[in-house]
């Protein structure tokens, strides 16, 4: 089993960028494709990155066009979320998945999930 806790999430306003983390515990998330995903209100939970244990094979939705970088550090059990020139549409809870698929981009294909944390964007 691996728990995971998201932090970082707030009201920031448009154009700002936040940081979001993902603290994994109960079993190292090395051997696991990590993730964020979003979802807004009265909308389903899309997919934003993946980041596999290889460094620098990450995978991100169309829509993020080089305003996010995801990054872990499976030292720290960690994975991260920058974004940048955040929109008011970005506002959503974000929340971090673990998969063992390697090809994982769906929901569905995740096993473990944290609570997620809300990211309002808003003047």
């Known amino acids: 089993q691996v728990q995971l806790l998201e932090s970082g999430g707030g009201l920031v306003q448009p154009g700002e960028s936040l940081g979001l983390s993902c603290a994994a515990s109960g079993r190292t998330i090395s051997g696991y494709v990590m993730a964020w995903f979003r979802q807004a209100p009265g909308k389903e939970r899309e997919f934003v990155a993946r980041i596999r244990e290889s460094p620098g094979s990450t995978y991100y939705a169309a829509f993020v066009r080089g305003g996010c970088t995801i990054s872990r550090d499976n030292a720290e059990n960690t994975v991260h979320l920058q974004m940048n020139s955040l929109k008011s549409g970005d506002t959503a809870v974000y929340s971090c998945?673990?998969?063992?698929?390697?090809?994982?981009?769906?929901?569905?294909?995740?096993?473990?999930w944290g609570q997620g944390t809300q990211v309002t964007v808003s003047s």
């Open positions: 998945a673990a998969s063992t698929n390697y090809f994982a981009v769906s929901a569905h294909e995740y096993d473990y």
